[in-house]
Structures are given as C-alpha cells and as structure tokens.
C-alpha cells in the first residue's frame, strides 16, 4: 500500500513534547492499517531555539515524523500563512515533492489543510481535512481566513469531524455532506483509569485530605481558566475544603497566581505548569473534579480521560461536549457564564458521584474504533488511486 502522508502542526515536538498528544495516539493506532509519514511544521521562533532531543516515538511511527522549520512574516500577513507554510515545507523538504502518497490527511483548518489542498492539487492526489475545533469555531469565524477554509474544505475528498457540531460547522463552510464523517477521538484506557486518590496525591505530593478541583489545559482566556477562577472565589468560602489545581501552560499562567492571591485565595489555588502526558493519569486520580469553561471545543481529550479515570467533569456546554459528557458523568454549564458555572461546581461539588459508572460511559471512545473508521474514510477517499497503487 502507498503511503499516507499526514501534515499537522497538532504532534508532539522536541520543544513540545505534550503538544497534540491526542494525534500522536491516533496516528500510532492508523499506523497499524496503513503507511504513514507524518510531516510536521515548526514555527519559526520555535525551531531556533536550542533543539532539545527528540521525543520517542511508538514502533509504528518511529522513523516516519519530520519536523521542518516554518518560516512566516511576524504579526503581520496572517493571511499567507498557508503559502509561506507550502514554501516552507519545499525549502525545507524539496525531495518531499517526489514523495507523491495516496492520499494526503491535513490535521486543522488552518493554514495546514489550506496549504495541504494545494499540496494535493500539486500531487494530484485526494485531500481529507482533519477539524478539531477552534480551526472552524473561532479561525474560520470571519475575515481573510474563512474563504481559504472554506477552499480547502470544498476541495477535500473527506472531511473527519470529531463532533457532530464541528460536521455542522463544515457543512455551512461548504463541505460536502456526503464526504464528512463524525469520528470521536479515543482514550487509552489502559492508562487512563479509575485508581486510589490516596496514592495518586502521594506520587504527586498533594495534600491528602484537601478536596482538589482540577483543570487541565492551555492556560489561555478561551479557554475559560480565568472564569473558572473567578466561579471559585464565589465558592471557596462556603467550600472552604477545596482547592483549585491548574496543570498546563500558556499566557496567563502568572496572572492566575497574582489573582488568586488578590482574591486571598493564594494558599488554595496552585499553578503546576505542563506535566508529560504519561502523567496526567495520576492527576485525574487525585482530582475529585475537572473542570473545562472552554469558550469553543471540539471533544477535549482531557475531559475523556479524566472521564475514563472516573473523575466527574465541569464543563461547558459548547462544541461536541455535551456529546460526549452525559448526565451521570458531570455537569454541564453556559459557557462564558461566571455565575452558572458557580452554580455547576456547587452542583458537582454536593453530589455522590459513581466512578465505575463514569470510567464505563469513556471506555466507548477507543483509539482501536477511531484507527478503524480513520482508515474506512481515507480508503474511501483514496479509491482507486489506492487499489491500483497497492495491486
């Protein structure tokens, strides 16, 4: 079988080595039905940093992911980010050119499916597009990016939605109906499963009797962890057993600390930077809660595997969330919303919750399932370019 080439800025990288962990386990499961070369862009500012090793890689892409620098015009020119990531890769990579696959899989709207229809186009061969979520719910909202979104996605042989609210979104940026397929990204159940919060806080030197609400993520605004701050000063007096864990990293990673302490809360709200993925099954365990006030998702992998480690979760009601975050497995809120999400936490923090039953609902989104499905769409996009290259 012709390989497929994949080209994504969501994989891990020296520099960022939790960085896409989701793609990372998706492809490793793909690469077990089918070839894959994984190219991923770099940003320039990134790539000339001292370059730390190489991150491992599982047997069935070692060898076969290739960071290259992507050179772009700082602050201005967003609009050509597309094209500098096109010449990027062919300075970068010229051979890559001759490299022709059977199908071509861009993972996020922008630039990487754009530059990636015209990569096809160069190949002449099938584009299937990848959408996450902010690519289509917050870059292709307006301006210079929507139309060339909209290119790319009436360009792709297959559209792979996470969510039944991103396939919405693609259909109103003209993706064929037909071609899109909903495919919920999966979790390793293997590590990501119910253990004994006790020793969890231990490993991790946690307080043991302290209640821990738990957030996992980009420190970002949109992401809703300065609204979840501010929903838990409205209840940390009444809740005075609890506190607030942020692990992740992002701009407002020292404005959190300087808030909590301005809101007195600097003794119960703790800021722990980005952990290695390998660990966060051991945070989820410690937490009785996770909570996620994104502003726009598609399906957060973290709100899956804390699910499958039979923590409850808070979160918004946006995007594929309410999909996949049903009753018995947390609470959902407004999103953008400072009161109602006090309200939810209150709500989560005053029930019983049965981790069995939690970590049972997750255990149906498998990367096995997704590797699968994945496979039938590139297959079907490839069609006979693909039967009569693997004959």
Known sequence: MTETTILTNLFPTPWEPGRGTFNRQAFTHLAGHRPLRVLVPVEWPTWLRRRPPSPPLPAGLAGRVDWFPYWYPPRLGRALHPASLLASLVAARPGQLFRRPAVLLASWAYPDAVAGAWLAALWR???VVKVHGSDLNLMAAGGLHRPQIRYALRR???????SQALAGEARALGAAPDRIRVIYNGVDTARFQPGDRREARQALGLAPARRMLLFVGNLKASKGCLDLLAAFARVATARDNVDLHY???????DSLADRAAS??????????????????GQWFNA?????????AEGVPNCLLE?????????????????????PQAGVLHAAEEEEELAAALEEAMGRRWDRTRIAGHAAGFDWATNARETD???????????DVATS
């Not at 792709?156 to 996470?162: F, Q, T």
């Not at 692990?247 to 990673?253: H, K, Q, R, Y």
């Open 287 to 295: 937490a009785n809660w996770t909570a996620l006030p994104s502003h």
């Open 156 to 162: 792709a042989a297959g559209v792979l939605a996470v």
């Open 306 to 326: 804390s699910m499958a480690s039979g923590t409850p979760v808070i979160a918004s009601r946006v995007g594929g969330i309410p999909e996949v975050v049903p």
């Open 263 to 280: 809101l007195g809360l600097g003794e119960r709200v703790h800021v722990h930077g980005a952990r290695p993925h390998d660990e966060l």
């Open 247 to 253: 692990v992740g990293n992002g701009p407002e990673a």
């Open 125 to 127: 061969v099938p584009l």
């Open 376 to 386: 039938g769409l590139l297959r079907e996009a490839a069609g006979p370019y693909e």
